[in-house]
C-alpha cells in the first residue's frame, strides 16, 4: 500500500492550532478511548489511574513522616508537609514526563494509521498529550483532597494551576514532536529519553527545594525546560502566590521554543517520515 501523503507538507507553524482545531472531535474522542482501554483486562480497570498517584502520596507520606520526618518551611507557610511539598512537583513531573515519553514514540506507535489514514501527524501527538492532560487532572485531584485531609487551606491560586498544566503539557508536546520525529529515523531516542528523565529528576529541584541550591546553581535551572513549572506549581499551590514575571516569562519562552523547535522539525522530516515507518 502507497503510503497516504499530506498535502500541508509545508504547514507553517502558524497553522497549528487551526489543525488541531479542526481535528479536535478526533483528538479528544480518541484520547478518552485510550484512556478507558488502558488497563482493560485488569482487575480493577480504570481505578488503576487514580491508584498509582495516591500510592505516590502514601508512600512518601509514610517515608518522610514516619521513617525520615521533614518539614519545609517558608516565610509565607510555616510548617508545611514535606510530602505536600514535594507532590506538588512530583505529581506534575510524572504528567510531564508521561506525556514526553509517549510522544517520542505516537508516530513509532501509530505506524498503521500514519500509512493508511490521512490525518496530520501533530494530531497523533495532540491526542497523546490530552491524554497526559487526564492524568494531570487526577493527580492534581488526588493532591488536592491530600491537602484538605491535612488540613491545608486552599489559595486562589489553586485557580490557576490548569493554566500552568496547559503550558507544561505544551512544553511535553513541543518536546515530543521533535523527539518523536527523531525516534522514527534512530529507534534509540525514546530509550535515550527513558534514561534522561530519570537523571533529568534529580537534576530538577523536585525531590528538595530550590532555595538550598547554591545561588549560581539556582540561576542556572533556568537552562532546566521544567525547573519554571516546578516552581510554578509551588508557589501557586503551597504559598497563594502568583509566581513571580520572571517565572512565568520562563516557562512560556521554553514552551515556545519546544513547540518552533518541534514544528520545524516535524516539517523537515514530513515528507520522509511515513515511508520511514
Known amino acids: 500500500m502507497m503510503p497516504v501523503t499530506i498535502n500541508a507538507a509545508n504547514r507553517p507553524p502558524v497553522a497549528l492550532v487551526r489543525t488541531l482545531v479542526q481535528h479536535r472531535r478526533y483528538i479528544f474522542s480518541n484520547a478518552w478511548q485510550d484512556f478507558l482501554h488502558k488497563y482493560a483486562g485488569t482487575g480493577i480497570g480504570l481505578l488503576w489511574n487514580l491508584v498509582h498517584p495516591v500510592m505516590v502520596v502514601l508512600v512518601y507520606s509514610f517515608v518522610f513522616t514516619t521513617i525520615m520526618p521533614s518539614r519545609y518551611s517558608s516565610g509565607a507557610i510555616s510548617d508545611v508537609p514535606y510530602v505536600l511539598f514535594l507532590c506538588s512537583a512530583l505529581l506534575p513531573w510524572i504528567s510531564f514526563v508521561d506525556g514526553l515519553q509517549r510522544t517520542t514514540t505516537t508516530f513509532v506507535d501509530n505506524a498503521g494509521y500514519l500509512r493508511k489514514l490521512a490525518v496530520p501527524e501533530e494530531v497523533f501527538l495532540a491526542k497523546t498529550i490530552v491524554g497526559s492532560g487526564i492524568l494531570l487532572t487526577i493527580n492534581m485531584g488526588v493532591l488536592v483532597v491530600a491537602a484538605i485531609l491535612v488540613g491545608f487551606a486552599p489559595f486562589w491560586t489553586w485557580l490557576l494551576m490548569p493554566v500552568a498544566g496547559?503550558?507544561?503539557?505544551?512544553?511535553?508536546?513541543?518536546?515530543?514532536?521533535?523527539?518523536?520525529?527523531?525516534?522514527?529515523?534512530?529507534?534509540?531516542?525514546?530509550?535515550?529519553?527513558?534514561?534522561?528523565?530519570?537523571?533529568?529528576?534529580?537534576?530538577?529541584?523536585?525531590?528538595?527545594?530550590?532555595?538550598?541550591?547554591?545561588?549560581?546553581?539556582?540561576?542556572?535551572?533556568?537552562?532546566?525546560?521544567?525547573?519554571?513549572?516546578?516552581?510554578?506549581?509551588?508557589?501557586?499551590?503551597?504559598?497563594?502566590?502568583?509566581?513571580?514575571?520572571?517565572?512565568?516569562?520562563?516557562?512560556?519562552?521554553?514552551?515556545?521554543?519546544?513547540?518552533?523547535a518541534g514544528s520545524a522539525i516535524l516539517r523537515r522530516f514530513r515528507s520522509e517520515l511515513r515511508d520511514a515507518l
Request: proline content about 5%; glycine content about 6%; charged content about 10%.
Open 166 to 260: 496547559a503550558l507544561m503539557l505544551a512544553l511535553a508536546f513541543g518536546l515530543g514532536a521533535f523527539f518523536g520525529t527523531l525516534n522514527v529515523f534512530v529507534k534509540d531516542i525514546s530509550q535515550i529519553i527513558a534514561v534522561a528523565t530519570q537523571l533529568w529528576v534529580w537534576l530538577t529541584p523536585i525531590i528538595y527545594a530550590s532555595s538550598t541550591m547554591p545561588e549560581w546553581l539556582r540561576k542556572a535551572q533556568f537552562a532546566n525546560p521544567i525547573f519554571p513549572f516546578t516552581e510554578l506549581f509551588r508557589e501557586l499551590f503551597l504559598f497563594g502566590r502568583p509566581g513571580t514575571v520572571v517565572i512565568w516569562l520562563s516557562a512560556l519562552t521554553w514552551t515556545a521554543l519546544a513547540l518552533l
